[in-house]
Structures are given as structure tokens and as C-alpha cells.
């Protein structure tokens, strides 16, 4: 259990610091850095702190001595902790998403899996460490790729055939509604392979020359499943 977890008064005043001068505008907002430490704590190879940090905050961590630095390395700290935490003990986290109109209809969610792709790319190529389980690791990620964008990106570049709108708007909602258990369920995948498990299958394993199961109408192998997904 984390002896010191944030309140909401602790979350609130985070962002106020992340805006502060001594960042100069090169600190990540809140939900940015939510969804790059969810991937840094779930992923395959421990990530530093002075690593995830510099990315948080940019230039403006160098200036130690400033009080408002010095609070905000503080807060992150114990914002780690509690995302550990509470991946580690099966609860699902509650993703800070900001809004992108003034109605407060729409939220960031291509942020936030923006940020967790980063994250995940501070551990290393995800891909080649998941080793033999990539496949699996491809279809539990499809979900981020779908949100950032870069899976309909990559479809349009090959002139090949993406959803409709009303396809794609039933899948994004989809997505975001199960959003917290995405991730949840891609640390389980990391903490059972360190165990030596594998990650469930509720589904036939995609063949890497079979239809991706995206629904892009390219091979698996060149879609989903391409390696380089995380480099």
C-alpha cells in the first residue's frame, strides 16, 4: 500500500506547478505524464527516474534548488506510487483526460495513448522484449495505436481501405470506455511474463501472414504485427 498517495488537492496543485515558469512551457501536462508512468511501471525493463523525469519536465528539472522543482519532483514521485500501486493490485486507474471544446463534450484520449506509446518506448522496443508473445503484445496495443492515430495513418499512407466513420466512431468509443482495463490488462501481460506466465487468449492467435484482425485488410505482419511499432 502507498503510505503517501496524492489527493485531489495534491493533483490540483500538480498542475498548477507543471506550469510554473522555471519549466518554461516544456513540462508534459498531467495526463501526459499519467499515461507515460503507466507505461514506465508497467513495462518490461525497470525505467529510472531521472529518465522519466527529464521527459516530464524538460530543462526546468536542472533548477534543483527551486522550490517549485523541488515540489514537483516530490508530487511525481508519489504520482509513480500510486500508479504502481494500484496496477499491482488489480485496480484499474482512473485516466486524467482533458477536454478538447469548450462544452467539455470531447476529451484528449489521442493525448493520452500518445503518451503511453512515449512510455512505453523509454523500456526499450516492447516488441522484441515480449519475445515469442509479440503477437499477443500487437493486439493488446492496437487499442493505443487506434486512439494516437498512427494506426489510421499508416493505413492511409498504403492506400488501403480504412472504417467507415461510423465504424471508426463505434470503435474510438469503444476504446475509451474500456480504456482503464486496456491498461490494466497490458501490465498484467508484462508482470506475467516476468512470473514466466503467458498472457491469456480468448481468441485464436493471428498468423502473422493472416488478415489483421484490425480490420485494415493488410497481413497481420504489416500491420498490428509489424515490429517497429515501439522503436
Request: charge should be negative; hydrophobic fraction near 40%; include cysteine.
Amino acid at each position: 500500500m502507498n503510505p503517501s498517495p496524492l489527493s485531489d488537492d495534491d493533483l490540483d496543485r500538480l498542475e498548477v506547478l507543471l506550469e510554473a515558469d522555471v519549466f518554461a512551457g516544456e513540462a508534459m501536462r498531467l495526463d501526459e505524464i499519467q499515461a507515460m508512468l503507466c507505461a514506465v511501471v508497467s513495462g518490461p525493463e525497470p525505467v529510472q527516474p531521472a529518465t522519466w523525469l527529464a521527459e516530464a519536465l524538460g530543462k526546468g528539472m536542472d533548477n534543483a534548488t527551486d522550490p517549485a522543482v523541488a515540489e514537483v519532483l516530490g508530487l511525481l514521485m508519489r504520482l509513480n506510487n500510486d500508479i504502481a500501486a494500484a496496477l499491482l493490485a488489480d485496480e484499474t486507474i482512473s485516466p486524467v483526460l482533458y477536454p478538447v471544446d469548450e462544452a467539455c463534450t470531447e476529451y484528449d484520449y489521442e493525448a493520452w495513448a500518445d503518451s503511453y506509446v512515449f512510455g512505453a518506448g523509454l523500456a526499450g522496443d516492447w516488441f522484441e522484449l515480449a519475445g515469442k508473445h509479440a503477437d499477443d503484445l500487437s493486439e493488446l496495443l492496437e487499442p493505443m495505436f487506434l486512439l494516437n492515430g498512427m494506426l489510421k495513418e499508416d493505413v492511409e499512407k498504403s492506400g488501403e481501405r480504412w472504417f467507415s466513420p461510423a465504424e471508426e466512431a463505434r470503435l474510438v468509443a469503444d476504446i475509451q470506455d474500456n480504456l482503464p482495463v486496456i491498461v490494466q490488462t497490458l501490465y498484467n501481460f508484462w508482470r506475467n511474463k516476468r512470473m514466466g506466465g503467458t498472457a491469456r487468449r480468448e481468441e485464436p492467435k493471428s498468423g502473422r501472414n493472416d488478415p489483421c484482425p484490425c480490420g485494415s485488410g493488410r497481413k497481420y505482419k504489416q500491420c498490428c504485427g509489424r515490429p517497429d511499432k515501439l522503436n
